[in-house]
């Protein structure tokens, strides 16, 4: 078979296979996950393997260390009382965008804290109604006279409280090559209003993300 033959068997060939390829159609499926089931390792980004183990930790400690009466207890308050707590938010400072998480983060720290019966938390909505009422975003309660506004804003609705508690969400990230780490840490700080003083507890969890073979021959 001469050169020219063979380069035109061979692009045949080619031609032919790219076009089975092309017609083949791929399809989604779906399946419940059952309680003793994994959560799915997500294979770009974070995702519910790694956002339920880092509230759990965290919510853990600061609730371990959060009941000691010595630590941040406000003046006057009795000892075994629940602390009033306003929940403001979650903060996102990773590499990833983390979408419809962000608001299931909130609902599984606000739920965990609830159900450990050692404080009393104030509903979202009310928290919600505050901030906009004064137009403020969460970053800014630090600055004392917004804080004073919110917390007279929030007593006006019959919710007063003692304590804020911020959620942060913040990464960092090793590359290897085309591999790559990401440290993921989350870290819940509660702060009495009263004093100033704060408790700090954060949970940190790394993950490896790894580009196969194949997929270093083909990029989609």
Known sequence: MDRRNFLSL?????????????GCRGYQHAHVLENDDKDLVG?????????????????SKLLGRGCEPADIQPAGMVIGEKKRICFIGVENCTAEEIGDFKEQIYELIDSAI???????????RYVDAGLKQLRLP???????ENQRN????????GQPFD??????????????????????????????IHSGDFLKESAKLRKGYHRS????????
Do not use: C
């Not at 294979?43 to 919510?59: F, K, P």
């Open 10 to 22: 061979g692009f045949a060939m080619f031609a032919s296979g790219t076009a089975s390829l092309a």
């Open 43 to 59: 294979s770009h980004t974070a995702g519910a393997e790694t956002y339920q183990r880092l509230i759990d930790e965290s919510v």
């Open 114 to 124: 609830n159900e450990s019966q050692q404080y009393h938390e104030i509903s979202r």
């Open 138 to 144: 969460p970053d800014q309660l630090f600055i004392k």
């Open 150 to 157: 919110f917390q007279a804003a929030m007593e006006e609705m």
């Open 163 to 192: 304590f804020m508690l911020f959620a942060k969400l913040t990464s960092g990230t090793t590359q290897q090559n085309k591999d790559y780490q990401r440290d993921y840490l989350l870290t819940l700080e509660l702060v009495n």
């Open 213 to 220: 073979w194949f997929g270093k021959m083909f990029k989609y």
